[in-house]
């Protein structure tokens, strides 16, 4: 049972309808099966694919998508769904009770548009709703906000004014001024910072004048006669993106996709290619002077690799960024030497020569003889095994050595010293033999003297 004010409002509406048709039904009707001047909307997507002009080749994808759920609430009727009705009702009059309809669109994106749309996460140069009046008020003259409102799970068949989703406060307003006629709002400011290709949009309808000359009936998806030619659209304008490369060199080979351009005097590419992912790469190193070259250092997207992948939904602009390098040319005739190669401009590089010391081949290097680190020369001044240089230019430097015979003199020192000891030893050792068998001699002599004396 609905309420006294809800019965009132019911009635009141009734029989505005009425006396509206009453009034213009002549040219109401003439209007009402004149033909459309957009495209028609024959299911749950139309999508065409249009080239700019003959000068220029890129494409233009135009989508005009029917609502998937599209309602008015009242609130009046605060717990009552209206979804299915043929209208969407908005108004917002002061009488009494005040009555407000709001009215609520939703679109669904992922199903209706082509999916190279969908998986690049384009987003729509335009975007506008087309919404056709069926019939408004005495004044001919409404003012009508088309409102963003947060994606939700809501249908036509559950929304109430209860439950509508949250309004939110940017708009864009539009003068509607006759009856028959097509009401377009130009949306592109309002969606393109949050749409989402694989999501879903929902739009409130809301009137911006508290007088009876802001109201207007709509037609719904569900209008009955006109086969849906006067359905809700929500019409989307998609160009094919632009892919721009920049760099700091001219003339260095790009490749983007399965195609290699160079890049221009300023140091860019660019190329226009359909919706969809790309492998873009460029070179490692680019030579530039003796000792000198440019290294790649990183995407400004934070990609480390030259090679980057890139999903192309808009226009997309990458820089690749290089850094200089300078070559250190570090050697030496003995030994090995560690840490020459490429630096980055103002790096300090370490170089280090080891062993320290290395023997002379053949004989020489038998008795001790060997080559011994002394300095280094050219661009580096050290003494020092390791050396430091800071990479401000190209580097050369060579590891010097002298002969050093300190070993082998120590030796021949050791050895005469060692024979000497040796010999004296020696000596030593026969002259203790010699007196110990001199002594037992003169024992043994004694020894027989003795005896005889005895016998």
Same mark, same amino acid.
């Given at each position: 049972?609905?309420?006294?004010?809800?019965?009132?409002?019911?009635?009141?509406?009734?029989?505005?309808?009425?006396?509206?048709?009453?009034?213009?039904?002549?040219?109401?009707?003439?209007?009402?099966?004149?033909?459309?001047?957009?495209?028609?909307?024959?299911?749950? *997507?139309?999508?065409?694919?249009?080239?700019?002009?003959?000068?220029?080749?890129?494409?233009?994808?135009?989508?005009?998508?029917?609502?998937?759920?599209?309602?008015?609430?009242?609130?009046?009727?605060?717990?009552?769904?209206?979804?299915?009705?043929?209208?969407?009702?908005?108004?917002?009059?002061?009488?009494? =009770?005040?009555?407000?309809?709001?009215?609520?669109?939703?679109?669904?994106?992922?199903?209706?548009?082509?999916?190279?749309?969908?998986?690049?996460?384009?987003?729509?140069?335009?975007?506008?709703? *087309?919404?056709?009046?069926?019939?408004?008020?005495?004044?001919?003259?409404?003012?009508?906000?088309?409102?963003?409102?947060?994606?939700?799970?809501?249908?036509?068949?559950?929304?109430?004014?209860?439950?509508?989703?949250?309004?939110? *406060?940017?708009?864009?307003?539009?003068?509607?001024?006759?009856?028959?006629?097509?009401?377009?709002?130009?949306?592109?400011?309002?969606? *393109?910072?949050?749409?989402?290709?694989?999501?879903?949009?929902?739009?409130?309808?809301?009137?911006?004048?508290?007088?009876?000359?802001?109201?207007?009936?709509?037609?719904?998806?569900?209008?009955?006669?006109?086969?849906?030619?006067?359905?809700?659209?929500?019409?989307?304008?998609?160009?094919?993106?632009?892919?721009?490369?920049?760099?700091?060199?001219?003339?260095?080979?790009?490749?983007?996709?399965?195609?290699?351009?160079?890049?221009?005097?300023?140091?860019?590419?660019?190329?226009?290619? =359909?919706?969809?992912?790309?492998?873009?790469?460029?070179?490692?190193?680019?030579?530039?002077?003796?000792?000198?070259?440019?290294?790649?250092?990183?995407?400004?997207?934070?990609?480390?690799?030259?090679?980057?992948?890139?999903?192309?939904?808009?226009?997309?602009?990458?820089?690749?960024?290089?850094?200089?390098?300078?070559?250190?040319?570090?050697?030496?005739?003995?030994?090995?030497?560690?840490?020459?190669?490429?630096?980055?401009?103002?790096?300090?590089?370490?170089?280090?020569?080891?062993?320290?010391?290395?023997?002379?081949?053949?004989?020489?290097?038998?008795?001790?003889?060997?080559?011994?680190?002394?300095?280094?020369?050219?661009?580096?001044?050290?003494?020092?095994?390791?050396?430091?240089?800071?990479?401000?230019?190209?580097?050369?430097?060579?590891?010097?050595?002298?002969?050093?015979?300190?070993?082998?003199?120590?030796?021949?020192?050791?050895?005469?010293?060692?024979?000497?000891?040796?010999?004296?030893?020696?000596?030593?050792?026969?002259?203790?033999?010699?007196?110990?068998?001199?002594?037992?001699?003169?024992?043994?002599?004694?020894?027989?003297?003795?005896?005889?004396?005895?016998?």
């Amino acid at each position: 049972m609905l309420s006294v004010r809800s019965r009132i409002c019911l009635v009141a509406h009734l029989s505005l309808l009425l006396i509206v048709l009453a009034f213009s039904y002549p040219s109401a009707h003439a209007q009402f099966t004149q033909e459309v001047p957009r495209q028609t909307v024959t299911g749950s *997507q139309d999508c065409s694919v249009l080239r700019e002009s003959n000068e220029s080749p890129s494409l233009t994808v135009s989508c005009a998508i029917a609502p998937s759920d599209d309602a008015y609430v009242d609130n009046l009727m605060p717990s009552k769904a209206l979804g299915g009705s043929g209208v969407l009702i908005v108004q917002n009059t002061p009488s009494i =009770p005040v009555s407000k309809n709001y009215a609520f669109l939703k679109f669904d994106l992922r199903d209706n548009l082509p999916s190279a749309l969908v998986e690049s996460m384009s987003k729509p140069s335009y975007a506008s709703l *087309q919404l056709y009046v069926r019939l408004m008020n005495f004044h001919y003259n409404a003012t009508v906000e088309v409102h963003n409102a947060p994606p939700s799970n809501w249908t036509e068949n559950e929304i109430t004014w209860n439950n509508m989703p949250q309004i939110e *406060q940017d708009y864009v307003s539009k003068n509607i001024l006759q009856n028959g006629t097509w009401a377009q709002w130009n949306l592109t400011r309002l969606i *393109q910072p949050a749409f989402n290709a694989s999501g879903d949009i929902t739009l409130a309808v809301v009137s911006s004048e508290t007088a009876w000359r802001n109201l207007i009936w709509f037609d719904s998806n569900e209008y009955p006669f006109l086969n849906g030619k006067t359905a809700p659209t929500l019409n989307l304008t998609f160009n094919e993106p632009f892919v721009t490369i920049e760099t700091p060199y001219d003339n260095i080979p790009i490749s983007i996709g399965n195609t290699t351009v160079n890049s221009d005097t300023n140091g860019t590419a660019r190329m226009l290619l =359909p919706w969809g992912d790309y492998t873009i790469s460029v070179p490692e190193t680019i030579p530039m002077s003796n000792g000198t070259r440019a290294a790649f250092e990183g995407w400004s997207d934070e990609t480390g690799s030259s090679t980057n992948q890139i999903s192309l939904g808009n226009n997309l602009t990458v820089r690749a960024i290089y850094g200089i390098q300078h070559l250190l040319e570090a050697s030496s005739p003995y030994g090995y030497v560690t840490g020459g190669g490429w630096y980055f401009e103002d790096a300090r590089a370490n170089i280090t020569v080891e062993p320290g010391a290395v023997p002379i081949q053949g004989v020489s290097g038998w008795v001790g003889g060997r080559y011994v680190f002394d300095h280094w020369t050219g661009d580096c001044n050290s003494s020092n095994v390791t050396c430091s240089i800071i990479m401000d230019g190209p580097k050369v430097t060579v590891a010097v050595w002298r002969v050093d015979w300190t070993q082998t003199i120590a030796g021949s020192l050791f050895l005469i010293v060692s024979s000497l000891i040796l010999a004296a030893w020696i000596a030593r050792r026969k002259k203790t033999k010699t007196q110990a068998k001199g002594d037992h001699g003169k024992r043994t002599r004694r020894h027989q003297s003795s005896r005889g004396r005895r016998g």
